[in-house]
Structure formats: structure tokens, C-alpha cells
């Protein structure tokens, strides 16, 4: 039965079809799958598997990156409720964009991707200074620092990235917290994460919550 719910969950999911996914959800549910396979057996693979079509250059796109996000965010809320205990948050991260930015679609699939992970976000926004990533990653006890930047000035301005590693430094943080960029800039410059002392960069939103896990590990290993 598991592996029914999971193929047609997965053809809703590449097909964009929302409703689709959600009535595969709750049908399952219905059929008397728990909410804890729901989530880890049926949601969090597909976001893998969407993750591999990226790879792999298949027909993955932003519309199907962004509906597996929200989907997990929408379904992870809902099921994490109804679990028989709670889950372990698996690590915490701030995620904003970077000072003078205003784009935020990729930054909130990020953030349905990390929901789904049982990573603890907190979302600064657009327009974020420097300033404020290092005080909320502290004040909120995060590993990471996610920053995104859809334009070059920004993902290299002073106020950005950049500031962001040298109050880390200032502050003896560097050990405690990684920093991972993400946006336009970066798909075409892949070296750019280097040029402004982040951590780890990603090409997309949907990998980046797999990135961000490995950061977190990274941290607490």
C-alpha cells in the first residue's frame, strides 16, 4: 500500500498538481498510514528525489522545486501535530536576504525544504544587515546562516556576506556558526561562496536544504 501512496505522491509532485498531493496525503492517512511515514516515507524522499532530477539534469523546474517545498511545509506542520511523541528539531538556522535585496521566492523554498527536515528556521526577511544575521544566529542558537542574493552587487557588497564572516571572526563564532550563500549569482560564477568567504553555496533551493544539513552535522560533529 506504502509504495502505491508513495508513486502517486510522487507523479502529483512532478506533475505540479497540489491538490492531487495533498488528497494523496490525506487518503493516506485515512488508509491508516501514520503521520510519522508520512512525513519521513513519503515527503522527505520526494523532496530527495527532486533533488536527484536537479543532478541528474533531468525535468525538474522552479514551479515543481517550489510546490515540493510548500507542500512539505504544509504537510510536515499539519502531520508533526499528530506525531505519538515529538520530533528531535535536527538543528537551527536564519535565513534572510542579503542587505539592498529584495527578491524572495528561492529564500522561502529554502525554507519549506528545511520545515520538512525538521530544521527550526527563522526568517529575517529581505534587506537583512549584516548585523542582524550575526545577533538572531546567536540570540536563536543557529548553526548555519543562510544568505541569499539574486544580483552580483549584493552577493559581493560589503554589507553583505562579506560582513557577515568578518563579524563571526570579531566575535571567535567561526566554529560555531557556517555561513552558505544561494541565488542567481552563484549558478553562474560557482567559485563566487569563495570570493566572499561563505562556507558552502547551492544551485538551488531545494538542494540547499540538503546542504544545510550537512553544515549543520558539521557543526555539532
Given at each position: ?59 525538474a523546474n522552479l514551479a515543481q522545486h ?104 570579531e566575535r571567535g563564532l567561526e566554529n ?46
Amino acid at each position: 500500500m506504502l509504495e502505491d501512496i508513495i508513486a502517486a505522491y510522487n507523479e502529483a509532485i512532478f506533475d505540479t498538481d497540489r491538490d492531487r498531493a495533498l488528497k494523496v496525503v490525506h487518503d493516506a492517512e485515512l488508509r491508516g498510514v501514520s503521520p510519522e511515514d508520512i512525513v519521513f516515507r513519503v515527503v522527505l524522499p520526494a523532496m530527495d528525489l527532486m533533488v536527484k532530477s536537479i543532478s541528474e539534469n533531468l525535468d525538474a523546474n522552479l514551479a515543481q522545486h517550489f510546490m515540493t517545498a510548500q507542500i512539505a511545509d504544509t504537510v510536515t506542520a499539519e502531520m508533526i501535530a499528530k506525531f505519538k511523541k515529538a520530533p528531535e528539531v535536527r538543528g537551527r538556522v536564519v535565513i534572510g536576504t542579503a542587505s539592498g535585496d529584495l527578491h524572495s521566492l528561492g529564500k522561502r523554498i529554502v525554507i519549506g525544504c528545511l520545515k520538512a527536515r525538521m530544521i527550526d528556521v527563522r526568517d529575517l526577511g529581505v534587506n537583512v544587515p549584516p548585523e542582524r544575521f550575526v545577533d538572531e544566529a546567536v540570540k536563536h542558537h543557529a548553526e548555519v546562516i543562510g544568505i541569499s542574493a539574486m544580483m552580483v552587487h549584493t552577493a559581493r557588497g560589503e554589507n553583505g556576506c562579506l560582513r557577515v564572516r568578518e563579524l563571526l571572526k570579531e566575535r571567535g563564532l567561526e566554529n560555531k556558526i557556517r555561513i552558505i550563500a544561494g541565488g542567481a549569482p552563484f549558478r553562474f560564477d560557482r567559485e563566487l561562496y569563495k570570493a566572499i568567504r561563505a562556507d558552502a553555496w547551492a544551485e538551488d533551493a531545494v538542494t540547499a536544504g540538503k546542504v544545510i544539513v550537512e553544515l549543520i552535522q558539521e557543526v555539532r560533529s
